[in-house]
């Protein structure tokens, strides 16, 4: 298939980014419908409540500029200290779906990083990248990605409200069969899981509104 890497039933990836030298693990079977997972209303509207509510009541409560560093251009997002709360509540999550993750990509799941609360305000967006590398480039074109995060193999990435216009996830590197773009609109109550590396790079389009989401990232063998 000419230009093609079928990567799921549904899904292919570009064959000018998966001949790149760079590490493609872990990846799902082919005979899935989909190379990621998404779970629907993994909490139900009063848990999200619960979330949001201890973020803004909890007295160590702080939003950071996530662009101290970056470069704005690239990043526009708000990064919230999650609470004890936060993180027990997103930890059930984790226990009730562990054993479908771990079988859907061949993977046993070790460490996680600590919680990210994001959020997106009005004009706030993500340009495209993966979550556990760079892009290299040379004359101006892509030519692979280089490990940073190597602790970073697996994306869980749960989206607390959907009362915003954008913010859509576009996977970059990913089509379906009919070639369409490979676009994921949040849900409240929604969790997508995907793999961290180059081949899973995205972006987050710009949010018209407040677009919160709870985001961790796990180490794999």
């Known amino acids: 298939m000419k230009g093609k890497i079928p990567i799921s ?11 790149m030298d760079f590490e493609k693990y872990p990846l799902a079977s082919f005979y899935n419908e989909h190379p ?5 209303s993994v909490l139900d509207k009063k848990e999200i409540q619960k979330v949001l509510n201890s973020l803004k ?11 101290k560093g970056f470069d704005e251009k690239i ?10 709360e ?31 609360i994001l959020e997106y305000r009005d004009g706030g967006f993500y340009k495209r990248h993966a979550d556990n590398a760079s ?7 892509l030519v692979g990605y280089k490990l940073i995060k190597p602790e970073r193999k697996l994306t869980t990435l749960l989206f607390l409200n959907e009362d915003f216009e954008g913010g859509e996830i576009e996977f ?10 490979v676009v994921f609109k949040p849900k409240a109550g929604e969790m997508i899981v995907f793999p ?11 949010v018209k509104g407040n677009r919160f989401a709870i985001v961790k990232w796990w180490n794999v063998i």
Do not use: C, M
């Open 196 to 206: 961290s590396h180059g081949l899973f790079a995205h972006e987050v389009k710009e």
């Open 86 to 116: 936060i993180r027990e509540i997103f930890s059930k999550v984790i226990r009730d779906k562990k054993d479908v993750i771990e079988k859907f990509y061949g993977v046993s799941l070790l460490s996680g990083t600590d919680i990210q």
């Open 9 to 19: 039933q549904k899904i292919y990836a570009l064959k000018e980014i998966w001949d």
């Open 75 to 84: 990043r526009k997002t708000i990064l919230h200290k999650p609470t004890n």
């Open 135 to 141: 892009e290299i480039y040379k004359n101006g074109k």
């Open 172 to 181: 970059s590197h990913l089509r379906f069969n009919d070639g369409k773009k």
């Open 36 to 40: 990621f997972l998404i779970f629907e």
């Open 57 to 67: 009541k909890d007295e160590n409560y702080k939003a950071e500029l996530v662009n």
